[in-house]
């Protein structure tokens, strides 16, 4: 069975920074689209950054956009969320996700409650002020 695990997640000052990493399982990494959506306290889950695996194609909320990376590893069918220059506005649980069509990504990003296809479980990032 597709299966994702979400892991990196910790407490850092404000302008540290953080790698998370999406390790993915029971499924073909190439043939799906893999992405990263964030929840904060009492707000909507926000679709934060996305990449097509075959292609590494990626996209980014504006919010996020120069200061987060997202990059891939399809050997280890791993996806990686590089975040520097970390603010307390960034603090969320933080979940990798997947969606069974490749060309996923632009409707993923930029808006609230993505629906994605599977979800792996949430890592904890935490930026003090």
């Known amino acids: 069975e597709v299966q994702l695990q979400a892991s990196g997640g910790g407490l850092v000052q404000a302008g540290g920074s953080l790698r998370l990493s999406c390790v993915g399982s029971?499924?073909?990494?190439?043939?799906?689209?893999i992405g990263w959506v964030r929840q904060a306290p009492g707000k909507e889950r926000e679709g934060v950054s996305c990449?097509?695996?075959?292609?590494?194609?990626?996209n980014y909320a504006d919010s996020v956009k120069g200061r987060f990376t997202i990059s891939r590893d399809n050997a280890k069918n791993t996806v990686y969320l590089q975040m520097n220059t970390l603010k307390p506005e960034d603090t969320a649980v933080y979940y990798c996700?997947?969606?069974?069509?490749?060309?996923?990504?632009?409707?993923?990003?930029?808006?609230?409650?993505?629906?994605?296809?599977?979800w792996g479980q949430g890592t904890q990032v935490t930026v003090s002020s």
């Open positions: 996700a997947a969606d069974r069509l490749r060309e996923y990504c632009g409707e993923a990003v930029g808006v609230l409650a993505p629906r994605y296809d599977y």
């Open positions: 029971g499924f073909t990494f190439d043939d799906y689209a």
């Open positions: 990449m097509r695996t075959r292609d590494g194609s990626t």
